[in-house]
């Protein structure tokens, strides 16, 4: 799942007047990019395995040029510095959840010693993996390194929620039609949607956004047992109403659905530690 990428490119690089990216984890060629665990932070984690950090890229953002400096943005982006975060959940654990809102950030600085926590946050919509083998967050200040600087560092606390594996529960003889009700577990889950094309069927679940998050996947099944080929097309929620949308290959109107749910969730505060190095070569 975890594929490595090896390509990036740098657009520019010096002073404030700067708009660079670097994507990816490779070390190849000019560019470095390191992050690192911090031991005493990793002392102070509660028990048992913690999701490993490390950095998935760097954008750097000079001011826009033309009428009033933001006619023209590099990147079309705000002036400022984002270091994105990669969590990858433990070996027999898989990662739910991330929460932006109850993380923190500490200090993110340069290595001439200036501070660029201005307007310093971690970043909205984070995102994790169908599978939850890994997540995805981003740090975002104002601030830009000054001249001369070759990295950056940062510190904080990510709000994730972990769970101890998952667990199949299977619901036959589901008719595939609007407002059909069924229980996992505790949960209530509703057909909302049947739309049947050409050669598959499109359905969507509604669900609590609550119970959502506590859904690995889901697959499908002929009544016979069958495994019938299906993909997540979408997911969203509004306010706690939820939704997952699905293509099935199929043209029947009962399958059997199979839920994959998280066992034993629990949040935790993962703390972190990483500096990003960048070098041209001249």
């Known amino acids: 799942m975890r594929k490595i990428p090896h390509g990036f490119r740098v657009l520019s690089f010096g002073g404030c007047a700067v708009a660079i990216t670097v994507l990816g984890w490779s070390t190849a060629g000019s560019i470095h990019v390191d992050a690192q665990r911090n031991p005493a932070a990793a002392a102070q984690q509660p028990s048992g395995a913690m999701p490993g950090v490390t950095v ?3 954008r750097i953002v000079g001011p826009g040029v033309g009428e009033n400096a933001t006619e023209l943005r590099p990147f079309n982006e705000s002036p400022g510095t984002t270091i994105v975060l990669l969590l990858a959940a433990p070996a027999g ?31 909205p919509f984070p995102k994790v993996s169908n599978d939850g083998s890994v997540g995805l967050v981003e740090v975002d200040v104002r601030g830009r390194p000054s001249a001369g600087a070759t990295a950056v560092t940062a510190q904080g606390t990510i709000a994730v929620t972990l769970a101890s594996g998952s667990k199949p529960q299977r619901i036959p003889n589901v008719r595939l039609e609007a407002n059909r009700i069924m229980k996992v577990g505790t949960a209530t889950i ?3 949607e049947v739309t049947p094309g050409s050669d598959s069927t499109s359905v969507t679940l509604g669900l609590a956004r609550s119970v959502m998050s506590t859904i690995r996947d889901v697959h499908f099944f002929t009544a016979q047992g069958a495994a019938i080929e299906s993909r997540r097309t979408g997911s969203g929620y509004m306010n706690d109403a939820g939704e997952l949308s699905f293509d099935v290959k199929t043209k029947d109107t009962v399958a059997t659905l199979e839920f994959d749910v998280w066992q034993n969730p629990r949040a935790v505060k993962l703390p972190f530690s990483v500096k990003v190095g960048v070098g041209m070569d001249k």
């Open 56 to 58: 998935g890229g760097l």
């Open 190 to 192: 509703t057909v909302k």
């Open 93 to 123: 654990a898989g990662l739910v959840a991330i929460d932006n809102d109850t993380s923190s950030l500490k200090a993110v600085a340069d290595d001439k010693g200036q501070s660029l926590l201005e307007e310093g946050r971690i970043g």
